[in-house]
């Protein structure tokens, strides 16, 4: 009796057991409830783009020639196609003095621009290039790049409301006459359409400056009424025919390289991210030695070519007289016109002063 008591304890300590195990399990294996929903996959933000509209102020033949549709695809590559543009010569869209406040309001977003054109910064005169303050291309273009004149130009525009991408050095700027000159006293007397910037350091030796409308140049030479002009170029020169009036170009150029502004809407530039913005800087970099480099080849070809009739080169000691002058009138006019001013004249006093002790090359 005991070992059939004893039995029946032991099958029930291993029902309970086995109960106590199974029970969990057949819970675990009732009917599933609703799957968790899955997270869903984020869409990617559709990257943000930029078309812009831009105008430089040469016509159309320039601006083939300068390259500006390379600069706008390398741009354009190099975002990945986020950047586009639409780009316009002088007077297509609008006209010249019409450019900044097209760019300011946002008619026009990017704008390649003329200091001189307009006197929409106080530095205009140094920006385009001070008359006979460099000997040769390679010093102002140091002056810009590495002694501060770029962060100047940059703080002048932004007070006008506008963001300075960067410089461009084109060609530079010379004068042609329908009379050689030889000396200063050769200069003596000849009647030069040049703008007021540029014509302190000739009045001062004797040369009668005419600001004339450039239209109005080759008719006024022609005739007589003039004999000269300072233009951009020995190549712009031919490419316009003013040779053919206008036969003995004069060495050395009044500015050894004219540099342009290249310029963006100030709400569009602060809608750009850095990266976006130094793909523009890099696109205009790339621009400003394509110019620099297709003007100067244009430059030799043109001396040497016949186009000219002569090529008249001046004494040292006469250019250094003329370059006493241009010294003159950035001490004495550009520099008081404000603090800005001051410090680009007090740069370029000194670089003067270095580049004459280093005696490196001349122009």
Known sequence: MKKKGLLKLIVGVSLVAVLAVAIPLISGCAAPGPAPTPTPTPEPTPEATWHLRGISPQCRSIVERDSIAQCCDVITKMSGGRVTFDWYAGGELMPSEEEIPALKAGTIQMLQWYPLMGTVTELRTIECGAPFATKNALEFRSLIYHRGLMELFAESYEEQGLYYIGPSLHDPLETCSRLPAYSLDDMKGQRIQLLAEHAYPYTQVGVACMPTPPADVYLAIQTGAMDGFGWSGADEIVMFGMNEVAPYLWDPPFVDVCNVAYLLNKDVADSMPEEILEIIRVGVLHLDVWNETVRCNGE??????????????????????????????????????????????RIIKEFRAEVDEADWYGH
């Open 300 to 345: 030799f070809k043109c001396r040497t070519d016949g186009s000219f009739k002569e090529v008249c080169y001046l004494p040292e000691e006469d250019v250094k007289v003329l370059q006493g002058y241009g010294m003159e009138y950035l001490e004495n006019d550009v520099a008081l016109r404000n603090a800005r001013c001051a410090e680009a004249v």
